[in-house]
Each structure stands twice: as C-alpha cells, then as structure tokens.
C-alpha cells in the first residue's frame, strides 16, 4: 500500500516546505484507557516515521507545531512529562539526525523552556549544524501572535534607532524579523485528529499554504497518510489569486 501511493506522487512537484500541526494525542490515549502522556509518548513513533518519510522524498523543509505557548497552561504534570519527553527524545534521535543528515532548527521562545531542556536544544542544534539535508523545524513554545509580536518590537526599535526608514518597510521587511525568516513558507499544511483550526500557527506564513485536514490521530501518522497529503495537494491548482486560464497561458509561454 506505501509503495503504491509513493509511486503516484510526482517527484518535480514536491512541496518544498511542509508543516504539520500534531494533534490528537492526548485523544489517541483517552480512548485505549491511558493519560494523555501515553499518546505523547507514542505520537514520538509518529515524528519519526514522517521525518524519515520527508527525507526520503527529498523534502527541503519539514516543520512540526510541537508545543505552543499556549501549552504552557496545562496540567504541570502533562507540561513536566512533555518536557522530560523531548529531551529523552532529542537525545536519542540526535544520531539519527546526523545519521540521516538532517539539521535540527527551533523556533519559538526559547526562553520559557526549563534550563535543562534549553541546553540539550542547543547541544542537538550545534551537532547537527553542518548537515545538509532536510531542515527539520521544531516550534516550541511558538505562537505566531507571539512571534508577531515580537516581530513589531524589533521593527520599532530599529526603526527608532535609525536603521529601518519606516516608509521603506515592505513585506520582506517583516519577514526578515520573523522567527521563520531562514526558511520559504510553508506550500502545504497538515493537522491530524479531525480538528479544522490553524490554531495560533505560522499565521503569516500559511498565506497560500494547502491546507490538508485528516481524522487519523496523530500517533496513527505514517508515511502512508503523508503520502495521501502530498497527493492531494499535487492534485490541486496553486493559483496566488490569478485565474487558472492566466496559469494556463504561463505555462504554454515557458514551456
């Protein structure tokens, strides 16, 4: 079943970047009787899985919505075990990573994070530094409100200090000053778990993503239902507000 999805998908239109919102964990758990620390627990198989699956594709780019601000205010048992899960995890997968030649990046507000977690964040970012391979993107302790927040400080203070000319500020403008301002947008957006929210989620960046939206749980992920998310989306017409007859008449001039 895997083999023959992944022979339908067309190699020259892979999305360049995919984001995914992992939800459906705690839901996963609750219904085979267990707290919702197990369904974390098991949604690790999930990363796994799709990470590889993206870098066996030739992904550029894979971000994984991991843990929002929002998060912070669940119950501080959940929030301690999520973050003695990551770093077990990162500390695990940090071979794998360079095994894979992957590079780890993190985006959010790092310093929310317990010391102990920030340290290993940073350990995994420096030995996976060099690779060259697929960029995985894990947001943690992100929300885009707080990320363009953040943005907007910055600008004002350059602008107040001279360095921005505020009559010159544009759209690269602001993207420069976003925590995703290394990185291309997102072309395609998966969330598991039946739920059809962005949910405080690379708000700016998913201006012409696909949204794709599954019932699949997100420990049940695999490569086969990233594999039906890219297929769906190589089936649809990515127009950035032209007429597809103007798609057209591009296509026939460069072709």
């Given at each position: ?73 669940r ?73 363009l ?16 000319d ?90």
């Amino acid at each position: 079943m895997p083999e023959d999805l992944l022979s339908k998908i067309d190699t020259s239109k892979l999305p360049h970047h995919i984001a995914i919102i992992m939800d459906g964990n705690g839901r996963w758990a609750r219904e085979k009787g267990q707290d919702r620390l197990y369904g974390h627990f098991h949604g690790v198989e999930s990363v796994r899985d799709i990470v590889e699956g993206c870098a066996e594709l030739g992904i550029g780019y894979l971000t994984l919505y991991a843990f929002s601000t929002e998060n912070w205010d669940r119950p501080k048992n959940e929030v301690d075990g999520l973050m003695e899960l990551l770093v077990d995890t990162i500390r695990k997968e940090v071979s794998i990573l360079n095994k894979n030649n992957i590079k780890l990046h993190v985006i959010g507000d790092k310093d929310m994070l317990p010391e102990y977690a920030r340290n290993e964040l940073q350990e995994a970012l420096d030995m996976t530094s060099q690779n060259t391979g697929l960029n995985l993107v894990m947001a943690l302790s992100y929300s885009s409100r707080w990320e363009l927040l953040n943005a907007v400080k910055h600008i004002a203070i350059d602008v107040k200090e001279g360095k921005i000319d505020p009559e010159q500020i544009d759209q690269n403008t602001i993207q420069q000053y976003l925590a995703t301002s290394n990185f291309p947008d997102p072309e395609l957006m998966i969330r598991t778990s039946g739920e059809y929210r962005i949910s405080n989620f690379l708000l700016y960046q998913l201006a012409y993503a696909e949204l794709y939206f599954t019932n699949t749980r997100w420990p049940d992920f695999r490569k086969v239902n990233l594999y039906e998310a890219i297929i769906d989306f190589q089936n649809r017409e990515r127009r950035f507000g032209k007429t597809g007859d103007q798609l057209t008449s591009n296509a026939a001039l460069t072709s």
